[in-house]
């Protein structure tokens, strides 16, 4: 077992998305993390570097900054961040703070670009510009089986045999492909007609009235690395629920990535990427 002085410390920031949080908690602690789970609000008023001072690396399962309460619609309502969550967001990626994204919190705050800019991609529940242009909804599926497959060598691999199979709920979003590092891909790339819109399913749009959407393109991409200000980042679209925490090849990959985000190494990597590095703002 190993014993609390060499687990990392995390910062695990949830709410606005349902999730097992045993199962969830005992993935990371069988990984040698020792997590601190904080809800939205509360969550955002904490997310600056004096808070987090004691934390080696933050973790994101968060799904904020949406009404999904709002007229049906206008479903889900984008609603802005507090300022004293922008602020603190920015200071932590100036300070360089390790951060690992999983799953829905690719979803967060779309009423604040600097957000997705950081994570290197956006999951959109409603129709929204991004990077001046117009882009349509996201999309889901649930319950797809699919092989995990390396893009690149990467220290978030070390130890997972590849490739590996999970059965998750695979993404169809925006994936900011200059400022990211593809580290994972799927295979196969489900098609377009394979996914729900997330527009039509929050405002509960009828099986025979879903003609109007124009998803993206599918992107077999679905792990990233980014540099997000002086932060290292990493993206993992995996990790829907408990079957996929219980996958040890999934397991590893979460654990390697809290470690790297929380290594002088990456904050190294960092610094050669800097020239690629998305500033944050409102």
């Known amino acids: 077992m190993t014993r609390k002085a060499d687990r990392l410390e995390v910062f695990v920031a949830t709410k606005g998305h349902a ?10 602690r069988a990984e040698g993390m020792e997590p601190t789970f904080v809800d939205h609000p509360a969550a955002a008023t904490l997310m600056n570097p004096e808070a987090l001072r004691g ?3 933050i973790l994101l399962y968060d799904m904020p900054g949406m009404d999904f309460r709002a007229p049906i619609d206008r479903r889900p309502e984008p609603v802005a961040p507090p300022p004293v969550l922008v602020e603190g967001f920015e200071a932590l990626l100036a300070e360089g703070k390790g951060i690992v994204a999983l799953h829905h ?11 997705a800019e950081a994570l290197g991609g956006a999951f959109l529940y409603r129709t929204r510009t991004v990077r001046g242009g117009a882009r349509p909804s996201s999309g889901y599926a649930t319950d797809v089986r699919y092989t995990v497959h390396p893009m690149a060598a990467h220290p978030l691999l070390d130890g997972v045999e590849m490739p590996f199979i999970v059965e998750d709920e695979p993404y169809l979003h925006e994936i900011f492909e200059d400022d990211i590092v593809p580290l994972l891909r ?6 377009a007609a394979c ?5 039509h399913a929050v405002r509960r749009v009828p099986e025979a009235e879903r003609t109007d959407w124009q998803p993206p393109e599918p992107s077999p991409v679905i792990g990233w690395a980014k540099a997000a ?4 980042l990493v993206y993992l679209q995996p990790g829907d629920g408990p079957q996929t925490y219980a996958h040890p090849g999934y397991r590893r990959l979460v654990g390697n990535a809290l470690r790297w985000v929380a290594s002088p190494a990456a904050r190294d990597w960092v610094r050669e990427r800097r020239g690629h590095a998305s500033p944050v703002g409102t």
């Open 19 to 28: 999730f097992a949080r045993d199962p969830f908690e005992a993935m990371l």
């Open 55 to 57: 934390f080696d690396a």
């Open 105 to 115: 919190a690719i979803a967060g705050w779309p009423g604040w670009p600097g957000y």
């Open 186 to 191: 799927r295979d196969p790339v489900p098609v």
């Open 195 to 199: 996914f729900t819109s997330a527009c």
């Open 229 to 232: 200000g002086n932060s290292p």
